[in-house]
């Protein structure tokens, strides 16, 4: 390999660090544009019975002011999901009813900032307030019913409005009550994980203007151009062929811009107008009126064999999608699917559970998309029973996780959807390497069960496994297009969209070490709906397991055309001939590749060579990764510090180091920040941590030393090897600080964030 495995910064990463114009607010002058507010809702859950825009209407710079009464009624998701869309169509531009505080009630487009701000002071609104629901666990049966009017469901998921359920997730597998009649250890306990804000620096904003031939053009921060100009032309009853959306570079992602949240109103105000019109949300509007990560509960009721080998799984969640259902049923089931497939030596197991509507910011994609919740109850639950049967918990992790060449429990079973899915075999699993790996690097035979005590301070060390997938099977599907210039140089344009990851350097050294060009030929273009191949976008960790097969195929295709079109100007068979990357060549007869492009466009047999392929696979290989963490607690105050951080991980061949290295380093820290740091909290239905001096992430000095391990394998599926490492490397700081702090102190935190309090409340006895 030439350019496969070696370490690229970023292609346009010194520019982008230097303030080079790239993003949406740079890209166009703004001056002229109308700048779009929305006036929200202070109440969890009310009717608008009345609004009056008069007095907001006539303050001067104001061009409109649109309610409930002007926009489509049309239902939809938000969520960028695939089509049909597995999240309830529960959504409408304005409604009658707003749903949880900060819910959209009225549009402003003004002439400036400061008349758009004046003019929402001036919107008289007079509400019928409603009881709110603001704990899941009571939502079910309560007297509120927050969508009376109805939703779509495009997919069966099991919506019961009256109950306030969005969805259903049921999955089981053999006789579970025989199973447990196998087991003499069993554990049964309740797990709690809170909401987490994604705190991408770039907030959500987005442009929109007319073309010369009137069509609606939104320039937009978002992970889906694709999906973005579906639901937009559904929404504002468009034909697809009318929108164009243009991703430009990301300021972050982490799953929140995978949905749509200002485009609607840019687009709306510049259809209603024909004037270009721009929408930045606050920091504030981003905390409030965006997403947060799902909040769930489970109950986890494990049982094992005197041997250590897990018979029986139990699962009984609830999850939190807020006001509005989006990725509802799809991020809960990936609680189950991408958790409970970790281990595959049961007899039986059960998990089933709902997704239920409150009065709060609607839960979203956020990186783990479920499993990171999942994975902080069935690992706990895990430490847990290995402490009740004095196991070492890395063996009974051992004794029990799927391994290279077996299938995953979960894919014999069925579901509520009565649909049995098709067994999965693992081609590749490093688990146990993992395993291996990490407790060395931790020093855990050292330390395990011999908490180092120096004077009030206590050291222990704690683990968890994790796996995640690669895009989704039979759905995620990403094309690319190559197109050879009369230089030798080549342009990649792919619908793939980097957030800030790197993928489009990635995807490039794929393009470059299949025509064996260095990597500074491939010039990359992402993502313009008008000008490059479809893809579902970045989610799921999938970009570079099903683009990077798309880019191989495209790539391979106008490999092929060159060598043909080489020997043809060389005068002989394709099949005598080769292409090195730099000239066709027959024996002593060659051309070499800049002649080759440049006699094709402007000298003989002219034509532009342009190679594309696409992707799509039955297949999602899983990341696999064991983490493990060492802290210090002061047992008088419960102040502790993350001291080490081991993440030893498969993510098969990594094909820029680098790039890889930072993918992890971020998701960990990310996952240390809801472990011990991040907390959306609610009074009364409102937000209460809705800035950055509210909500707290982790810090540079509050960056422990990390070691990452990379267990290289081959996926025989992926490109060149590889698998994902984008979203894996969240899930396991939880569950392994939180074991780590029980093996220090013995207080067991079953309820996120781990806390100093919670640590003195666990010593005195409380349910923490």
Known sequence: MKVIGKSYDKKDGIRLAMGAPAYTEDLYDTKSHLTVKLLRSPHPFARIVNIDTSAALALEGVVAVYTHHDVPKTQYTRAGQNFPEPSNYDKRMLDEYV??????VAIIAAETERAAEEAMKLIKVEYEVFEPVVDAEKAIGHPSVIHPEGVVEKIPSGVDVENNIAATYVLAYGNLEDAFSKCTHVVEHKYYTQAQAHVMMETHRSNAHLDHNDRLVVTTS???????????????????SKIRVIKPRIGGGFGGKQALHTEFYTAFVTLKTGRPSMLTYTRKEAFESTYTRHPMVFTYKVGADDAGI????????????????????????????????????????????????????????????GTTQGVFAIESAINELAHEMGMDPCRIRELNHTAEGETHLVYRAFGSDGIKKPLKLIENNKMSTCIEH??????????????????????????????????????????????????????????????GTGSDTVLAQIAAEVLSVPLEKISVHSSDTDVTPFDVGAYASSTTYITGTAVINAAEDIRSQILNEGAAMIEEAPEQCEYDGERVFCGEKSINLADLAMKLLYVKNQKQLVGHGSHVTEKSPPPFLAGFAEVEVDMETGEFEIIDYVASVDGGAILNPKLALIQMEGGLVQGMGMAVFEDVKFIDGKLK????????????????????????????????????????????????????????????????????????????????
């Not at 749903?99 to 959209?104: F, H, S, T």
């Not at 978002?222 to 468009?238: C, E, K, N, S, Y």
Request: aromatic content about 8%; proline content about 6%.
């Open 310 to 369: 897990i018979r029986a799984i139990k699962v009984n969640g609830i999850s939190d999608t807020g006001a509005y259902g989006e990725h509802a049923r799809t991020v809960f089931s990936a609680a189950c699917l991408k958790v409970i497939s970790m281990y595959n030596k049961m007899d039986a197991f059960d998990f089933e559970g709902n997704v239920v509507y409150t009065n709060r910011t609607p839960g979203g994609a956020l990186r783990g998309y």
């Open 99 to 104: 749903r949880y505080v900060g819910d959209e």
């Open 438 to 499: 990490g407790k060395k690097l931790i020093g855990w035979d050292e330390k395990y069960g011999k908490p180092q005590v120096n004077g009030n301070k206590v050291r222990g060390v704690g683990m968890a496994l994790s796996m995640q997938g690669s895009g989704i099977p039979s759905i995620d599907m990403g094309a690319a297009i190559i197109k050879l210039n009369e230089d030798g140089s080549f342009n990649l344009m792919m619908g793939a969209t980097d957030l």
């Open 222 to 240: 978002t992970q889906v151009p694709f999906h973005a100009r579906r639901i937009l032309a559904h929404a504002l009853d468009l034909p697809v």
């Open 689 to 768: 941590t809705n800035s950055l001096l509210e909500y707290k992430i982790p810090t540079r000095s509050d960056v422990p030393k990390i070691t990452v391990d990379f267990v290289e394998s081959y996926e025989p599926s992926g490109p060149f090897g590889g698998k994902s490492v984008g979203e894996v490397c969240i899930n396991t700081p939880s569950p392994a600080i939180a074991d780590a702090i029980f093996n220090a102190t013995g207080v067991r935190i079953r309820k996120l964030p781990v806390t100093p309090e919670k640590i003195i409340l666990g010593k005195m006895g409380y349910d923490v």
